[in-house]
């Protein structure tokens, strides 16, 4: 890999920058190119990309893509696919892509399909919930074992087993495991106890506390094989909890990418095995696409450039996600550890410092809520967020006319960002709620929008398995992508150590009040909070 | 009101700045006034604030005490509290501490305790849960009327009636509602329609809907005025829906600030008119400290005056929101309108625009669960986010073992963001997993953190009806005191008019499929979409 800042093609994209980008204005582009939206539409698997609403047009993609090349970005997706040790800080291979291809296709194939085998077979008993009593589950994980499988069993509800009850549990805040546990039967649930290690420290104190619960409830010890199951690699812990059902995953599959291997299970239990292998087939769809199409047709790619187009040039400092679809509430939480952790980075993989802005902000909430919270400021704020809206065709309820209006909402957004609304169009309309201190060119002043802000819209025919797969899989490669132009390891996460480190100094001194040797804001706070 | 950039105080800040602001450093700051946390901590009712882990010290505070004073922020503050009309392009008055005065303290007051009380009424009525009936409650709303009572409700879970489930539908997206109907019988089943004009787009969608559901499910007509309720002034189309019972509020209240009137009716309804009114107390007794707490001693306006330090000065884009409690999982969510909604604006009251920054982004999720996703760019990015920590000392549950790994978690992200380690200190430690390409100097660059990263850390004793409403008006008055100083009008929001009405102009475009003069985008996204 070259570091993006390190390239001509860098030098370059900043001369395009001065000359065309800062001054570039939406709305002329469209009349100056007719053909704009051909050129800067993309078709992936499953999902059909329109970024001709963004701030570039074929001149600027020529230059992104000479910086691609010169980066290397190719080479180094194919050193991914093919296993090098590209997490170079922990020495791992990186192959969460692995973990979706068909049997016989990948590295660790073999493995790979035995333990989903194992997991399906597992799932479909529980899932026969006449024969297996179980009602409820129970997911305790957090991070990666809790966000990617919560938030595809939340946008694939209408594929979930209708007499199964799906709960996350995460937060070490004992107020989450009690606000579930107080609607559950024991004999009725199982817990998924999902850490790697069998060692993180909430998703133990949760399952310790389940466990105890649990036998509070007049159940037996022997009853938890039953009812506890874990995705872990610590079999040897695991049996000493009680646990004789484990599955297991590797070192090369990071947090953030696991919810296609056996941290999946409570996606597996909640849809069944078919329509699991859908979500791997459209991921593995969009791995192929990823690995195989060249520069100019690669939606992630684009998507990585563009990304850094905005943050290094134009300066955004965030991005806002906007799913018009209710099923995707959780995806811009997924989407923040994703694009967060993996790119959250302050020195190159030589362990540079480097001199421009990686990951921004990435936040949201579905569409059209959005629209009555913090689009105000998207719309009318000082700050340039780029939106990205997420558009599906096919609902799967039968309120059709609901659904014409979500989809006029989520076009409309993107328009009036980009149309904006001069004051001078704001006095032509009748004037709004009198006002006895502004006259007519104040109050057209404050209903008048900038516009040229730019946006992306997604779409996807429907929200199945396979198109969620493929969603996600877009994100990862193009969160793959920025990262390798900015030359940073997206696949390690340091920045949670120190963290750790310093609770677990602090927690005894929650016991024995001792302050000693802590800054004074610390202290003093430590003092109020141990009772 | 005088505009901050306009005075001599904002010339004074900036030498402020450039002299000490922009090298400013916690660490040292911590060891050369040992008195740093005393004299930047804050008390107001039933928080505590301690700001000492932010890029000021007392010099600073002067200086952002002479803006506060040069602008007039306490006479914009006493203008609000009198019912003046300062939301002067509306030409309205903003009275949500109306609201929650005592009856005969405030303005409107016999009006506002008259439907407060038949509110109550009403309430304690529905949850004797016997004799109503009633076991779901459906809150239709959306924005201000969803928000705020669904970020209520969530926090008070302990308070809830535990033979009462309360659900919440804003999407005009039919998933929303289609989730939530499948769950319910008709007859157990209480429908709030929350819409001032009861003619919001996606409220007057969805309440529809229910309504043909509740229909379709052998309900008569006469039924509906048992089970459909409005929070609405506009009473005649209530009737014309088939609805009897109204609860009003005023043109002084804006949605964003509305959950303390009749739409808290879900609250009102989930935890009972005592719990309610010690909500409101909450809130008041917040008021009466921004109202009179002398400058130096105001929390709210320390917290508006250091937004605009971070936002004007040290060039903070957004701030993240960490509540440390699964209680206030939809604290975040609610802030984002409260603030970006507010003060997202670019001209200022007299329409002129703005020549500096206004709202940040607001965003976060839950403590520790944000800690195993984004905190690594809180940590290692490039970028500066402050961050706002909420800890409650006690428990509503009894895993005390859990609350305190809780609480050692909260303050040991805030030491580890100022702390932060140097690479000196990370090559001392023992070396992580090996790697093959870089030695151990480059590794512990990858491991060092570069700290100095401001954050505020709040303090609750519990979480209760009492102490949520003091918080929430805290946000509250600080959005007012950033607004003020900005000099924008903080209660209207033009910005969401334009994407209405051309998501009204789209609409039919559906179902002609004619795209003529629509830009080339949005016309090839709309036959896409258009079936």
Redesign the interface.
């Known amino acids: 890999m070259i570091r993006c800042d390190t390239t001509t093609a860098w030098a370059a994209l900043r001369g395009h920058f001065e000359a065309h980008g800062r001054v570039f204005d939406l ?1 002329e582009a ?1 009349i100056r190119d ?5 050129g800067l ?1 993309w078709s992936a698997p499953e999902i ?1 990309a ?1 970024l ?2 963004n701030l570039i047009d074929t001149a600027t993609l020529h230059f992104l893509h000479d910086l691609a090349r010169e980066c290397g970005v190719e080479q180094h997706r194919d050193a991914m696919f093919r296993g090098q ?1 590209i997490n ?5 291979a990186v192959l969460h892509t692995a973990l979706r291809a068909p049997r016989g296709a990948g590295p660790f194939s073999d493995e790979v399909h035995d333990v989903l085998d194992a997991m399906f077979a597992y799932a479909e008993r529980v899932r026969d919930t006449a024969a297996s009593g179980i009602r409820h589950v129970v997911n305790i994980g ?3 074992s ?2 990617g499988p919560q938030m595809a069993v939340v946008a694939l ?1 209408p594929f979930v087993h209708p007499a199964l009850t799906m709960h996350f549990v ?10 579930v546990l107080r609607r559950l039967k024991a004999e009725e649930t199982l817990f998924i106890v999902a850490s790697k290690t069998f060692t993180t ?2 998703t133990m ?2 399952a310790m ?1 389940a466990r105890a619960w649990f036998l509070a409830q007049g159940m037996k010890e022997a009853d938890i094989a039953k009812h506890f199951v874990a995705t872990t690699t610590n079999i040897k812990a695991a049996a000493q909890f009680g646990i004789d059902t484990t599955f297991g995953f590797w070192d090369w599959v990071g ?2 990418y696991s919810l296609w291997s056996a941290i999946g299970l409570p996606i597996a239990l909640a849809i069944g095995a078919a329509p699991f292998r859908s979500l791997l087939e459209g991921a593995h769809a969009m791995d192929r696409h990823f690995a195989e199409a060249p520069l100019s047709c690669n939606l992630p790619l684009q998507l990585g450039l563009l990304d850094v187009w905005y943050r290094n040039f134009h300066g955004f ?2 991005r ?1 996600v906007a799913p ?4 995707l509430a959780r995806f811009p ?1 997924y989407l ?2 994703l694009e ?2 993996s ?5 190159d ?6 001199p ?8 949201g ?5 959005g ?13 340039v ?1 780029p939106v990205e809206f997420i ?1 599906v ?7 059709a ?9 989520c ?6 960002l ?4 001069s004051a001078e169009e704001a006095m032509k309309e009748s004037a ?7 006259d007519r ?10 516009g040229n802000r730019p946006s992306t ?1 997604f ?1 996807l025919e429907a929200l199945t398995p396979r198109s969620l797969g493929a969603l996600t899989a877009l994100y990862e490669h193009r969160v793959f992508t920025s990262g390798a132009l900015w030359g940073i ?1 997206s696949f ?9 480190a ?6 005894p001194r ?2 024995s009040g001792d302050v000693q040797g ?9 003092k ?4």
């Open positions: 709305r469209f007719t053909e704009r939206t051909q539409t059909h329109d001709s609403k040790p170079v800080t922990e020495g791992r957090i991070g990666g809790d966000l509800e995460s937060n070490v805040d004992g107020h989450d495991l009690a606000r420290q909430e104190a949760n506390a947090g953030r400092t965030s806002s018009y679809h209710q099923g939480a923040q550890q967060m952790e790119n959250g980075k302050r020195v993989m030589a362990g540079e410092p480097v421009f802005a990686t990951s921004p902000v990435v936040w909430e579905p569409g059209t809520n629209q009555h919270a913090y689009f105000q400021m998207l719309h009318q704020g000082t700050d967020v558009a065709r096919t609902p799967s309820h039968g309120l006319d609901q659904h014409t209006k979500l989809l006029a909402n076009l409309a957004q993107s328009q009036a980009m149309l904006g609304k709004p709620t009198a006002s006895a201190t502004l060119a104040q109050l057209a002043q404050h209903r008048s929008f900038p819209t779409v390891n390690d996460q340091w920045g949670v150590e120190l963290g750790k310093l609770a677990n100094q602090l927690l929650f016991a802590l800054d004074g804001s610390t202290a003093a706070l430590l109020r909070l141990a009772s």
